[in-house]
């Protein structure tokens, strides 16, 4: 049977087999390869006070914003600007365990890490079995006790993915107390995955049997529970199939421990379903990964979107189809680009017409418009090694930290006066090379802090290279020297500071006050 045949027999089989078991959550139809520019899907996360975000015609017969005139012009930064949903991602443990370095102590490789300049953001990689190892009750590793205590420290924000399945330890990623209880389906044995473990068997749980979702149940409600909606945590990896948790048990092809498709499509859409009701204000990342091993991915990743989480992949040299969904992704989706970096050893380099083969990576992360880049020595974390290339070719790494995600600032600023009612219109630029994932709001101040005017734009906005108007009414008698205009993102109903990504100065608190320059 061919992939075509098998997919239509599988979807036909797909309501019933779903139906058939509660583990397994309701069924949703096989999602077809399609273009992604200007694909439906839906029309992104609701916001709340929207902006009239015009036209705004100045004369008759309209004339919504009569006499309106610039008064104030801002211009890009050239600095690094950091913001929630957006930066770059230094890793902290990936699947080969935490940074380390010999003769030095685990908190000490981390803090380096953590301390550098060039962090905006921390990544932790994790086996279920770091997390728990009897029933019931968290008891997470060191190093994720480390790294959360450094993340506070230094002010930064933690993303992180829990692995159910991984090809590089002994004996399994799910904790002990499931071994022996939840069933192991063998994919076979080869050096190509797993490398530090050559000639292992490598075995896939029965994700659908009750004893393994009722233990994953428990284990992400404890996790939400202690970290959903946290200030520290930017984001959590979907749980997904295969190695690393990635989509996959690549070269295993046409090997997975279910009966069909539609019982493994239905079982990673329930496990969605239930990692989305306990994870309501922290965003779920999933990762790209095209359907190699049929369990229901492109399911999965039209899921996220429609829920209004994000997307990730795992290396930018890969299939094109996961080239085509991060560079078309919505504008409210945000974008993460893994790939891993050489350490800057003369071997590593691999200059190519005088580029490095890191820079090419960075060059193409570019490309697709990422919120977050990867820095990140696979499997040979330490800050040393990142700053062994850094040290030697930083442009690259500078120009993407000055571009990656979203730059906003208000680039025109006209003021006028209808029915007696002073007013503003914001022309609001994006500098960035990502939308802005959520909602961007502007809050507009007196210089006592009274709360004037505020609202949202539309999900995503603005867009790179493009200027979104929204029009703020303001009292009778509002002098417009002096006002503070303040921008939020909302994602998922917590709102965050964001920093004006403008030249021009801006107040400790994040304001850009109003005066005349133009």
Known sequence: MDRRDFIQKSLLASVAAAAGSANLGRAQAFVPAHNWDGYNFGSGPAITDRLNQGPFPTYKPEQVVPGADVIMATTPSRERVPNYGMGLATYLCDEAGPAYRKNESLEKSLEKLVALPLTDVLYVRLDWRDMQSRPGRLD????????????????????????????????????????????????GTTSEVGENLPGKVHYAPQYNHPAFMAALKEMDGLLADAHDGSAQVEFMDTYMYGFWGEGHTWPFEDRNPFPDYATAAATFNSIFDMQSAHWRRTPLATNTQPDYNRVGNAELVDRTIRSHNWLRTDTIFIENMQIE?????????????????????????????????????????????????????????????????????????????????????????????????????????????????????????????????????????????????ALFNLPKGTSLEGLRMYAEIEVKGIRRKVNWACRQKTEKDGALVLRRNI
């Open 140 to 187: 997470p590793c060191e190093h994720w006790k480390i790294a959360f205590d450094l993340a506070r420290q230094y002010g930064k924000r933690i993303g992180f993915r829990i692995q159910l399945m991984s090809p590089v330890i002994k004996p399994q990623s799910m904790p002990d107390f499931l071994l022996g209880k939840v069933p192991l389906y063998a994919l």
């Open 325 to 469: 969904s991060l560079s078309n992704r919505p504008p409210w989706v945000a974008g993460f680009v893994e790939n891993a970096l050489s350490d800057g050893s003369p071997e590593n380099l691999k200059i190519s017409e005088g580029v490095t083969r890191n820079d090419n990576i960075i060059a193409h992360a570019r490309d697709v418009g990422p919120n977050y880049f990867s820095l990140w020595n696979w499997h040979k974390i330490q800050a040393e090694r990142l700053m062994s290339y850094y040290d030697r070719y930083p442009d690259a790494i500078d120009g993407l930290g000055r571009r990656i995600g979203y730059r906003v600032r208000p680039s025109w600023i006209w003021a006028f006066e209808k029915d007696g009612y002073p007013g503003l219109v914001l022309g609001l630029a994006n500098d960035g090379v990502a939308g802005v994932p959520g909602a961007l709001r502007i809050v507009i101040r007196s210089e006592r802090g009274q709360t004037l005017s505020e609202g949202s734009l539309d999900p995503g906005y603005p867009l790179p290279g493009k200027i979104r108007q």
